[in-house]
């Protein structure tokens, strides 16, 4: 079959179809015919060899598809089955077919369609994992550094279901976009904590960051250590004393995530969707950091 891929680390140069084997399910994995693929930073950074792959390998770390078969070990999915879930290795989705973590992956509704369904894994179930791991009570205020990205925009919805107030940092352009999924939009740059204590008067409660660098920097006097989070940059976020943001891809938190789209409470926005052909554009466009929404790959 052919995927989008790259041959060898580096840069975008590296990008291109391949002619690979049909992958075999192993123990506690799905195959599927995936009928839609997510888009991520993470994806750019494998490409990259930030995380050690160092290719030839097909990119793509989620998907929505049917299931073909089934690895050794594997219960509660059946072949033909409509699912979504995270691609083992962070790796394989932008493909006819794809291997699935059957531990990371849920049962698609109906009433949540594929394209939806295929940007979950990552973004939304990172903002939700992040979420549980802070633990707020309901009113509390939450800062999300970094709002307008791929994670913050679900972030600021399931934190305003948990009845969070949000503040979120964003550059001037993704302001409206923050504002609309009910958070109060905060500039970056100098004069940040000014800024975020004119609208949080009575301090903030907790942080979760999507940014790192100087940006979180810039934000941790404004929490307590143990309430300040990070996805983005977790070596200085413990160095400030605060956490990681550590991944739970189960199941359930997918599973609790698509009912919440089932339900129309949680908007995954999905803004562009392309035929595989146009892999290496999307690509593109979410490594230059302009994506406003998710990307999604359509393999036929």
């Not at 690895?71 to 995270?86: K, L, S």
């Not at 996805?231 to 956490?243: F, H, N, Q, S, T």
Request: with cysteine.
């Amino acid at each position: 079959m052919r995927g989008y891929g790259f041959v060898r680390a580096g840069g975008p140069e590296q990008e291109g179809f391949l002619d690979v084997p049909v992958p075999v399910p192993g123990t506690g994995e799905l195959l599927v015919r995936v009928r839609a693929a997510g888009v991520n930073p993470g994806d750019w950074r494998v490409r990259d060899g930030e995380y050690g792959t160092d290719g030839p390998a097909v990119l793509g770390r989620e998907v929505a598809g049917t299931v073909l078969t089934l690895g050794d070990g594997v219960t509660g999915f059946a072949p033909g089955d409509e699912v979504f879930g995270g691609c083992p290795g962070m790796i394989g989705g932008w493909a006819e077919q794809a291997i699935v973590t059957a531990s990371f992956a849920a049962h698609r509704p109906e009433a949540v369609s594929p394209e939806a369904a295929a940007v979950l894994p990552v973004a939304a179930g990172t903002a939700y994992d992040a979420l549980d791991q802070l633990a707020l009570d309901a009113g509390s205020t939450l800062l999300v550094n970094g709002a307008g990205g791929g994670v913050g925009i679900p972030m600021l919805q399931l934190a305003r279901l948990r009845g969070l107030r949000v503040i979120g940092t964003a550059s001037q352009g993704k302001h409206d976009l923050v504002a609309g999924f009910g958070a109060v939009p905060v500039a970056y740059g100098e004069g940040v904590v000014e800024r975020i204590r004119s609208v949080a008067p009575d301090g903030v409660d907790g942080a979760l960051d999507l940014v790192g660098g100087d940006a979180l920097r810039a934000v941790a006097e404004l929490v307590p250590a143990d309430r300040l989070f990070s996805v983005a940059d977790k070596p200085l976020a413990k160095e400030l004393g605060g956490r990681e943001v550590v991944r739970e891809r189960t199941t359930a938190v997918l599973t609790a995530l698509a009912k919440l789209v089932a339900e129309n409470q949680l908007d995954p926005f999905v803004t562009d969707v392309r035929p595989l052909t146009e892999a290496g554009e999307a690509l593109a466009l979410v490594e230059s950091g302009h994506a406003r929404g998710k990307q999604v790959l359509l393999p036929t």
